[in-house]
């Protein structure tokens, strides 16, 4: 039988323990309560340990949720500290497992971790079934890509970061396809260059033409690539740019201003997928204000509205007159080292002058992995490894982490001793 002191005694043992847990309960409302804060109003979700983490883990960045199965991916492909380090790869590779294989043990052997792959090509055609309603309207389609739920599951198996290369306004099929969005001539008929391979061009004043491509990129995105890069994402220098008409409001837009609003559009579109956009721009932008509005490229204002830019500062395509302190006599070709490094530095400089409250894109050059031969007598050099670390390393003494080397043939075997092991 309990005593009065007895029952006292559990009493207090019973408001003991119910003050211990009020006090727990307090403490945990306030973490969670910090935790919502910190977090702008959002309770944080539960944390998956790093080696569980797979695409359908990741609730950053893209929804991956088009694919019915997801395959197993390295985390550090997604983070924003990954450093690209890529090569171009063509239709022709794509398409021929011996060829991807080959690509794919170049990045399982070397410091290469990306894949720039032609989706929208040179020729206006498209890489796999889109289910576009203009673009099947036109027979754009060629799918090289068969099956692109398995071409993106082969690459996240082997921790490749994807990029899609998309070819936006040079274009010899569509424009003639779909006049609407065209550059006319006077007579209102589609413009060509003319020539022995004559092309069109979209007119980047035509709102149709954005929608065109920017369907394209979203498909893209849906399939899992990372990162939307544009080429040729400008105007035209040929010779018979001269009877263009583009009419809409390029009497009162500028070309540079029309290439920024289409790069804003098309960061705003892609936005909610949560894919990097790029875009390839002319070296020589860098160096000549002349030339960026010539066609269209303002190098310092497109690096504040996209998220990578990739200037093609390739050492054969300056030409002779002491680029960057070099040799005035001698052809830029032979300059591989001094070339990306002086153009680099200058991009530098160039950023310079944006607010440090301002963020700029990531600059990522591409690089130079074939022989100008075409430049004839001794203008050019043969490249091989020795050249490619040059490159290289002219981009890293700049001040720059990111590079991706072009061979308009995929062909990269002769270049692998250039390059780190893994």
């Known amino acids: 039988m309990n005593t009065k002191k007895d029952k006292s005694e559990n009493k207090d043992k019973v408001a003991v323990t119910i003050k211990a847990i009020i006090i727990v309960l307090l403490a945990l409302s306030c973490i969670l309560a910090a935790t919502v804060v910190i977090n702008d109003g959002k309770i944080p979700e539960v944390l998956v340990p790093s080696d569980q983490v797979g695409v359908n883990n990741l609730d950053v960045h893209i929804d991956l949720s088009y694919y019915d199965q997801a395959p197993q991916v390295a985390q550090n492909l997604y983070e924003k500290a990954f450093k690209v380090k890529g090569v171009y790869v063509n239709p022709s590779a794509v398409s021929s497992t011996t060829r991807l294989d080959n690509l794919i043990n170049l990045a399982n052997t070397t410091e290469i971790n990306s894949f720039v792959i032609d989706i929208k090509d040179d020729n206006g055609k498209i890489a796999f079934d889109m289910d576009l309603e203009k673009v099947n309207a036109i027979g754009a389609e060629v799918n090289n890509i068969k099956d692109i739920n398995a071409l993106m599951d082969k690459l996240y ?7 899609a290369r998309i070819v936006c306004f040079k274009d010899p099929f569509t424009p003639f396809q779909v006049q609407d969005i065209a550059i006319k001539t006077a007579n209102n008929a589609a413009w060509s260059s003319g020539g022995k391979n004559p092309y069109g061009w979209l007119n980047p004043y035509e709102k149709g033409s954005w929608e065109y491509i920017l369907n394209i990129a979203k498909e893209c995105a849906k399939v899992g690539f990372r990162e939307i890069q544009f080429d040729y994402v400008r105007f035209d220098t040929g010779q018979a740019t001269s009877t263009m008409v583009y009419g809409g409001e390029s009497d009162t837009i500028s070309k540079m201003d029309i290439i920024l609003q289409f790069l804003q559009y098309a960061k705003d579109e892609l936005e909610p997928l949560n894919v990097d956009l790029s875009a390839d721009v002319f070296g020589i932008v860098i160096l000549s204000d002349k030339d960026a509005a010539r066609i269209g490229q303002n190098y310092l204002e497109i690096c504040k509205v996209i998220d990578v830019i990739s200037p093609m500062v390739y050492p054969s395509h300056y030409g002779k007159g002491g680029y960057y302190g070099t040799d005035k ?41 074939f022989t100008a031969s075409y430049l004839k007598g001794n203008n050019y050099i043969d490249y091989g490894p020795e050249e490619i670390r040059a490159q290289i390393q002219g981009t890293y003494d700049a001040g720059y982490e990111e590079w991706i080397l072009w061979n308009s043939g995929s062909q990269f075997d002769i270049f692998v001793d250039g390059l780190e092991s893994n």
Request: charged content about 25%; glycine content about 4%; proline content about 6%.
């Open 157 to 163: 198996a082997n921790n490749i970061y994807p990029i």
């Open 329 to 369: 006599e001698i052809h830029s070709d032979h300059f591989p080292y001094e070339i990306i490094y002086g153009s680099m530095k200058q991009s530098g400089e160039k950023l310079s002058e944006v607010s440090k409250d301002v963020k700029v894109a990531t600059v990522r050059p591409w690089l130079q992995a």
